[in-house]
């Protein structure tokens, strides 16, 4: 009986340690499989692997290192579950998935730099921001540095991506803590493979349902840009929404009144929001009504903290009939505007120009009416740097060059005529 008992234990010990080190191997395997298919867009590393009796596997210290961000995306331990052992093999080994299965991520971190965005590796992502999220900020466009400000160093969360027998179909859940969260289930999405699990266009097609709930944020950020832009919150979100508008008026486009308010009530409020997108269609499914349809007509089907929103839609406008512009001659400007003098002045500068004026004095006159004064401490591509002393510190200013109207630097008589304004 003793020697039975001891062969039976061996066993067990034997075959728990080739469950351990088959589930290692075939984990690491995947690991580098993923590793390799992502090669041209980043680099993946994780310091382990473990695993459980139950049939999870995990992996602690994920690092996702994307060429088109400055800062890595980290996990402190990712987890995938089965749902039992039987499910474990077939997509280690086969990339077969079970017909329920989790994949969860804790601790995931972003660290916030003003520069997120790799202006070198990403000028199609940095285009799209700036058209379709050029928020208005205090006369410039809403950027890290202003998270930053507000408290936001980093992006902290949790995200779970799963499927199940009750509920068909993919659902994705990220918890950003105070931040808030947000949930898409797309119904249809019925992935068998890993490799259709990577596809995000075979994946995220037909209705997504999206709820984004709000934890806070909106208000904050709210109040800092209408503070910064030295008006009201009902200004600035107007002023948001102007912007939004610019993008679609050149598609011939306009929002309804009804999506125009959930807009602004949404920057200005926060809260829930839930409603369902097609993905793979144009605006993501927002129905889009011709210019003489009026009354009834096809609309997107969403909730606000519950209440349904009737109404949300966007318009086709007529062509702009043709206008007549009379010329007008200039007003002369004064000397600290930037006309020769027999002293120091601001004067005008080209936008060719603004990177000979680091660590030069300069007047800035922004789209909205506001002007900054400082030094020029950066220039980019999109953004313009000016430093001031504020309560016996510097604070950086990020300026978007699309909403500088006149830039002028401080210096003396021009010595020829290539030195006088140049204008915008």
């Known amino acids: ?15 728990y340690a080739a469950f351990k080190g088959g589930a290692w ?19 993946l590393r994780w310091s382990g692997i473990g695993s459980g009796l139950s049939g999870q596997v995990s992996v602690s210290g994920l690092q996702w290192s994307p060429f088109a961000l400055s800062s890595p995306i980290t996990a ?37 730099k003003d520069e997120l965005l790799q202006d070198w590796i990403a000028p199609d992502h940095r285009q799209a921001l700036v058209q379709w999220l050029q928020i208005p900020c205090g006369g410039r466009v809403l950027g890290v540095s202003d998270l930053r400000q507000l408290g936001i160093g980093q992006l902290n969360g949790d995200l779970t991506l799963r499927s199940s027998a009750d509920r068909p179909g993919i ?98 409020d926060g809260g829930a929001l839930s409603t369902t997108l097609q993905v793979n269609q144009p605006f993501w499914g927002v129905p889009v009504r011709a210019p003489d349809q009026s009354g009834e007509g096809a609309s997107l089907n969403a909730r606000y903290n ?52 680091l660590g030069r004095d300069v007047r800035i006159e922004l789209d909205t009416g ?26 950086a200013y990020p300026l978007a060059r699309e909403a500088i109207v006149r830039f002028a630097v401080w210096r003396a008589v021009p010595t020829d005529s290539a030195d006088t304004e140049k204008g915008q």
Not at 219 to 232: D, Y
Not at 386 to 392: L, Q
Request: with cysteine.
């Open 370 to 395: 506001r002007v900054v004064e400082g030094r020029l401490s950066g220039v980019s591509e999109h953004v313009l740097e000016v430093t001031r002393m504020m309560d016996g510190g510097e604070v």
């Open 306 to 357: 519950g209440n349904g929103v009737p109404g949300l839609y966007l318009s086709r406008t007529e062509p702009d009939a043709p206008t007549v512009v009379t010329p007008v001659e200039p007003e002369p400007e004064s000397p600290a505007a930037g006309t020769a003098s027999d002293g120091p002045a601001y004067r005008a500068v080209g936008p060719e120009a603004y990177g000979d004026q």
């Open 1 to 15: 009986m003793k020697k039975l008992f001891v062969f039976l234990l061996i066993v067990v010990i034997v075959g």
């Open 76 to 112: 402190d331990r990712v987890v995938f579950r089965p749902g039992g052992v039987a499910g474990l093999w077939p997509i280690l080994s086969e990339g077969r998935l079970p017909d329920e299965w989790s994949f969860s991520a804790t601790g995931v971190q972003l660290m916030l």
């Open 171 to 268: 659902a994705l859940e990220v918890n950003a803590g105070a931040l808030g969260s947000i949930d898409l289930y797309a119904p249809q999405a019925r992935p068998s493979t890993l490799s259709e699990l990577r596809s995000a266009e075979t994946l995220w097609t037909g209705p997504v349902q999206v709820t984004l709930r709000d934890g806070g944020l909106m208000r904050k950020l709210s109040a800092w840009c209408a503070e910064q832009g030295k008006q009201s919150k009902s200004a600035w979100t107007a002023s948001v929404l102007k912007a939004l508008e610019k993008p679609l008026a050149a598609m011939r486009l306009a929002p309804s009144e009804q999506l125009a308010s959930l807009y602004r009530t949404f920057l200005r």
């Open 25 to 43: 191997y075939q984990t690491r395997q995947a690991l580098i499989d993923t590793r390799e298919r992502l090669d041209e867009m980043g680099v």
